[in-house]
């Protein structure tokens, strides 16, 4: 991850954007590798979400002696980062920037337009067949307005949502949980996982807004699955 330091700028002042800290992130990155939304003091958690990252029970094989042969290790398949994201109930057509963590300030670098969303370019990409797709976005500006994740606090189960490669290819998933947490509670190895079910995590800001820090105090976090 030694390129971090070259990614997307701080974004402009005033933005609510998904405070996660370059701290946070790689304490989670050394394991595997960022959350509806109400103003409560409770954390909300899905326990259908939780059980995309967990591994399946009852799945203990007979041992198979399997002869041995040198040979390399085969080539890891080529990351195919998102350009696009829809989602139609939102009225969403979002650009999708690949991203990392910005240097200066140990946040996760979301793009500095409130109208574009981040891609986690060190995590699974559109080729992945297991873990989290992770993109972040801004909620919104004082400067800019209304981000492109102003409303998915409010997205609701079965959700269409759909991302799209540089070829045109498309990709849909389907929303499973809506969930919030103080940004210091958030489990991350959850959400920036390389294991589990494949599927895609969006997060944004939510929570009440601390004038005294200009951040929101929550993050709000939408899982969806791969859709049929």
């Known amino acids: 991850m030694s390129d ?3 990614g997307v700028p701080r974004d402009v002042r005033g933005a609510r954007r ?3 800290s370059r701290r946070a992130i790689l304490a989670a990155v050394g394991a ?3 959350a509806g939304c109400a103003d409560s003091d ?9 059980a995309l990252s967990s591994p399946p029970h009852g799945t203990d094989q007979p041992t198979v002696q399997v002869p041995v042969q040198r040979g390399g290790l085969p080539a890891a398949p080529a990351t195919i980062p998102p350009v696009a ?3 139609p ?4 057509n979002a650009k999708v920037d690949a991203v990392g963590i910005d240097a200066r300030s140990g946040d996760f670098a979301v793009p500095p337009s409130v109208e574009r969303v981040g891609w ?3 995590g699974p990409g559109m080729e992945a067949v297991a873990g989290s797709i992770v993109i972040a976005g801004h909620v919104d500006s004082a400067a800019q307005g209304k981000g492109a994740f102003f409303t998915l606090r409010d997205l609701t189960e079965g959700a269409a949502v759909r991302l799209t490669d540089a070829t045109g290819r498309g990709y849909g998933f389907q929303v499973v949980g809506v969930e919030q947490f103080r940004k210091a509670r958030i489990p991350l190895e959850r959400y920036f996982a390389r294991d589990g079910a494949l599927r895609l995590t969006l997060i944004t800001c939510g929570g009440p807004f601390d004038e005294a820090t200009r951040h929101y105090r929550d ?7 791969v859709s049929g």
């Open 4 to 6: 971090e330091r070259h």
């Open 89 to 92: 109930v939102m009225s969403l």
């Open 120 to 122: 986690y370019r060190y």
């Open 42 to 50: 409770q954390d909300s958690v899905s326990a259908k979400v939780e």
């Open 85 to 87: 994201l829809s989602i």
């Open 18 to 20: 998904p405070h996660l």
């Open 219 to 225: 993050n709000v976090v939408v899982t969806a699955t």
């Open 32 to 34: 595997a590798l960022l």
